[in-house]
């Protein structure tokens, strides 16, 4: 066990629906990642946030945000879905933002797109 | 930018034998690199990390690594497979230059053979 908690564990929705993931990290730690891993893109890093500001973007969509809170759990909110958005979501947590931290990952979100 | 490549989608080995993974990477900064484990429908977990220093790493289940610059490369390798080392093997490496976000590698997938 990480001491990232993740929930839903798993999302059954439409197409062109909302969804919100939600993620609480390790005690202490404050930086929250959120990455994306499907079959044909692999890992892909989505976005970064450290104490409540955003460090960093990756390969994010616009119809996807993101946000952490004062008490630095972090949520990922993707809109508008596509079936191409099925994939596992994580979120990893360090306790800085430096390169040499450890992210310590959660059990995922599956997200399932009809 | 950094890159990661793990060469090998598919690694079978013997129970007992040799495990050897291999990654290399591409930046143009010195890199700190990780290697992390996946077991099915679970999260990702640290096996280990070169930061700086000691170029050969030992990490969690008998797993080391060696970081070589002339090579670019971060190997991983175990002396003797076990049943439970069967998982995939994701390479991971940031730049420590600003952006702390892991690049991965498309991972490797080990079967162990009894």
């Known amino acids: 066990d990480s001491g990232v908690t993740q929930t839903p564990k798993h999302l059954i929705t439409a197409t062109g629906q909302r969804v919100t993931l939600r993620c609480s990290p390790r005690s202490g730690d404050l930086s929250v990642y959120w990455y994306q891993q499907s079959l044909d893109q692999g890992l892909q890093f989505l976005i970064h946030y450290y104490n409540g500001e955003e460090r960093a973007k990756g390969n994010i969509l616009e119809r996807f945000s993101a946000q952490q809170f004062p008490d630095l759990h972090s949520e990922l909110n993707l809109s508008s879905l596509e079936l191409g958005d099925s994939a596992l979501y994580f979120c990893?947590?360090?306790?800085?933002?430096?390169?040499?931290?450890?992210?310590?990952f959660g059990p995922g979100t599956r997200l399932t797109v009809l | 930018a950094q890159s990661v490549t793990q060469l090998g989608s598919h690694v079978s080995v013997s129970e007992g034998a040799l495990v050897l993974l291999r990654c290399n990477y591409s930046?143009?900064?010195?890199?700190?690199l990780f290697w992390y484990v996946q077991y099915p429908n679970q999260g990702l977990q640290l096996l280990l990390k070169y930061t700086t220093g000691a170029t050969l790493v030992k990490g969690i289940n008998g797993f080391e690594a060696e970081f070589k610059k002339s090579e670019t490369s971060f190997h991983l390798t175990k002396p003797s497979a076990h049943m439970s080392d069967a998982a995939e093997y994701f390479c991971?490496?940031?730049?420590?230059?600003?952006?702390?976000?892991?690049?991965f590698g498309k991972g490797t997938k080990l079967s162990v053979i009894p």
């Open positions: 930046s143009s900064v010195p890199p700190y």
């Open positions: 991971a490496g940031n730049s420590g230059a600003g952006s702390y976000q892991l690049t």
């Open positions: 990893a947590s360090s306790v800085g933002a430096g390169g040499p931290d450890t992210q310590y």
